[in-house]
């Protein structure tokens, strides 16, 4: 039997593996079926639709990544994935995720070939250690032998961040009381159909499916909100600014910050949430497009 507990899960990228310490996994792959119609004019008892099943949609996948005190990028190595662009071009990974156990006598292993990130949700709350919640499609999902992976840096018994330390700073003035934080990056990804009219002919089981390879990069965004106490202060209550810049630093101590994250040019509207106590939430999103958006983040 397999038990999610018990899976080891490996990105494989420029010729390395990577193990990771991640909090929880799921993969699926479905697969499109047409359907076809039976009932003719010499088969008018042919009431039940026939099916054609000759091409794979996207695999999906879902990780929570923690994030760790360490120097070093090996965990880190999928937040790089989420941000680094080349023009308009995100790079790809494979993933292998072992549930088998070394008594098992035939060991297999699941693996996800040309993997992309869609959306990376940081979360930052002070009573839990800090994590990232990736989501991201593939062209195949498929069962291989179990294979021996070597990975060039695993930390057995790591430091697991917590979000102690939080600052935030909007538009030059740093935000007193924060209450809650979120960051999202979201990356618009199509998958270009891989299939011609004669391939589908030829397709009788399938072993000869039809898998997506290759995709674009239509658009990217990345938003969040910060929520503060109302105080005395509050220059920015109900009002809105564009063409600003936002901090974000976050992490164990003021001298050791696990990210952050200078975006600019933003935009935020700002609202008032009057319950018991007082509050105001900003909801924010960057308007400009850098060369490359991991220029912006320090992890």
């Given at each position: 039997m397999e038990f999610l507990r018990e899976s080891k899960?490996?990105?494989w990228h420029g010729g390395m593996y990577y193990r990771l310490h991640v909090n929880n996994i799921s993969f699926n792959q479905t697969f499109k079926q047409k359907k076809t119609k039976q009932k003719t004019l010499h088969s008018s008892s042919s009431l039940i639709e026939g099916s054609e099943i000759n091409e794979a949609n996207p695999a999906q996948f879902e990780l929570d990544l923690a994030i760790l005190d360490e120097?070093?990028?090996?965990?880190?190595?999928?937040?790089?994935?989420l941000l680094k662009n080349t023009g308009d071009t995100l790079e790809t990974f494979n993933l292998f995720i072992d549930v088998s156990k070394s008594t098992d006598s035939s060991r297999t292993m699941y693996k996800l070939d040309t993997c992309v990130l869609e959306s990376g949700s940081f979360s930052f709350d002070r009573q839990s250690t800090m994590a990232v919640n990736l989501q991201g499609s593939a062209s195949k999902l498929s069962t291989i032998s179990?294979?021996?992976?070597?990975?060039g840096q695993f930390d057995t018994t790591p430091t697991y961040s917590i979000p102690k330390i939080t600052t935030v700073t909007v538009d030059g003035t740093v935000l007193d009381q924060v209450t809650g934080l979120n960051l999202e990056i979201q990356n618009n990804i199509d998958w270009t159909k891989n299939t011609t009219l004669q391939d589908s002919?030829?397709?009788?089981?399938?072993?000869?499916?039809?898998?997506?390879?290759?995709f674009t990069l239509g658009g990217r965004a990345v938003a969040g909100n910060v929520t503060t106490y109302v105080g005395s202060s509050h220059p920015n209550?109900?009002?809105?600014?564009?063409?600003?810049?936002?901090s974000i630093k976050t992490g164990l101590a003021a001298n050791n910050y696990q990210l952050q994250a200078a975006l600019t040019p933003c935009s935020f509207t700002n609202r008032v949430n009057p319950t018991e106590v007082f509050t105001q939430?900003?909801?924010f999103r960057m308007m400009g497009s850098p060369e490359n958006l991991d220029d912006l983040f320090t992890y």
């Open positions: 899960v490996y990105l120097s070093s990028l090996y965990q880190q190595k999928p937040i790089q994935l179990w294979i021996n992976i070597s990975v002919y030829f397709i009788t089981a399938s072993s000869g499916t039809i898998y997506p390879a290759s209550l109900q009002t809105w600014k564009e063409n600003i810049a936002i939430g900003y909801d």
